[in-house]
């Protein structure tokens, strides 16, 4: 985490009293709170969480007189950077896993212990990433549902060598002395709501409370690899482009006693030469001939289950006219109701007639009385009074 200007994180000046710190930030805490941010979208969720975070370790440090003097005097809570030659060193801490736990320490302060971490976890516990995956499907697929359909993708399970360990062997794996096998030190905090016991991951063994001198060699002492799998799953009929299905626990596996994270599907829906798609609705272009347009007819209308069904064309039908067809859309996402059919009726204007054709059309159009082209007329009416 870089240094933001911790002033400036909590919108106060350099000669703000202790009071006036802590006032600030209880307002900006309030107002970046994950529960205001609850319903909002992902994005938005993010940046509060950012945000809350940046609030958090600003009071941290601010609200901490000797480590408000070292940022005063030096830019950084660590007082002058040691010349270790490792730069962040002993400050890079605070990227993840202690960041996180400010967090949510401060998260059960406010909701009284219900955060999103249960109580029984520790530091070494982690939810396993989330795998987005955009699921293409046919129209059809979509329309109907898709029974096991398979999918490849890549996650992070525990390693099967050593078993999550990490460790080459049994006898490998030692009771990290820093921590005692805790994987965490114990350490005071002052907080608006007084001086609070909290506690760090160790940084000597990472929160894990064991050494291991010799890493197993498939995952290089991680615990975890990378597997190409491949799994079945279902898909429901009726599901739209953009919409998401989770299936739960597939994601990446956990470390302790976390959650596995879900595998997240996002559906991208091909295109069907014919139907076109509005939620439930599905709608099509039927071309009719001039005939059919001016006399009338009952035509044949495909459907989605590969079936007919008949449309009366009334007599006197306009090109671009839509009739609706209640009940032949779309099924509802889990509900046994469907959407309509709209089917655009295009009359189609024929070409290249012969000459006789040419004469029959003059002279039945000469019997015509005007009054029979209706939008004619009006127009005709419209443009004389302009
Ligand atoms: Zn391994
Ligand atoms: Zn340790």
Not at 114 to 119: E, L, N, Q, T, Y
Not at 149 to 173: L, M, V
């Amino acid at each position: 985490m870089a240094n933001k200007d911790y002033y400036q994180v909590l919108g106060i000046s350099k000669q703000a009293s202790a009071d006036e710190i802590k006032s600030a930030y209880r307002q900006m805490a309030k107002k970046y709170h994950p529960d205001v941010f609850a319903t909002a979208d992902e994005a938005a969720k993010k940046n509060a969480e950012e945000k809350f975070k940046e609030i958090q370790h600003a009071y941290d440090v601010l609200s901490d007189p000797q480590k408000k003097a070292a940022y005063d005097q030096y830019g950084s809570e660590d007082g002058p950077t040691m010349g270790d030659g490792s730069g962040f060193g002993g400050f890079g801490g605070f990227g993840g896993f202690n960041g996180s736990d400010i967090f949510s320490d401060i998260f059960s302060a406010f909701t009284g212990g219900s955060g999103r971490s249960g109580s029984s976890r520790n530091n070494r516990d982690r939810d396993g990433d989330d795998i987005e995956y955009t699921l293409r499907l046919t129209f059809m697929e979509a329309v109907f549902g898709a029974k096991d359909k398979e999918i490849n993708f890549t996650r992070i399970e525990k390693c099967a060598t050593c078993g999550g360990t990490g460790a080459k062997d049994a006898s490998s794996i030692k009771v990290c002395s820093k921590c005692n096998g805790s994987g965490v030190i114990n350490i005071q905090q002052r907080t608006p709501f007084g001086v609070m016991q909290s506690q760090r991951i160790c940084d000597e063994c990472g929160g894990r409370g064991k050494i291991i001198t010799d890493k197993c060699k498939d995952c290089g002492g991680k615990g975890r690899v990378r597997k190409q799998c491949t799994k079945k799953v279902t898909i429901p009929a009726g599901v739209d482009n953009g919409q998401m299905l989770t299936v739960r626990g597939e994601g990446c596996s956990a470390v302790g006693k976390g959650a596995n994270g879900n595998l997240i599907l996002i559906f991208k829906i091909d295109e069907h030469p014919l139907f076109k798609r509005d939620g439930v609705n599905v709608s099509l272009e039927v071309p009719i001939t001039v005939s059919q347009a001016i006399l009338g007819d009952t035509i044949k209308i495909p459907t989605l289950d590969g079936k007919t069904t008949d449309l009366d064309v009334s007599a006197g039908t306009q090109s671009g006219t839509v009739k609706r067809i209640r009940g032949k859309g779309i099924k509802y996402l889990r509900k046994d109701i469907y959407g309509d059919m709209f089917v655009k009726l295009i009359v189609d204007i024929p070409k290249d007639l012969t000459l006789r054709q040419k004469a029959a059309l003059k002279d039945m159009n000469e019997t015509l009385a005007k009054a029979k082209y209706e939008q004619v007329e009006k127009y005709n009416k419209l443009i004389k009074g302009l």
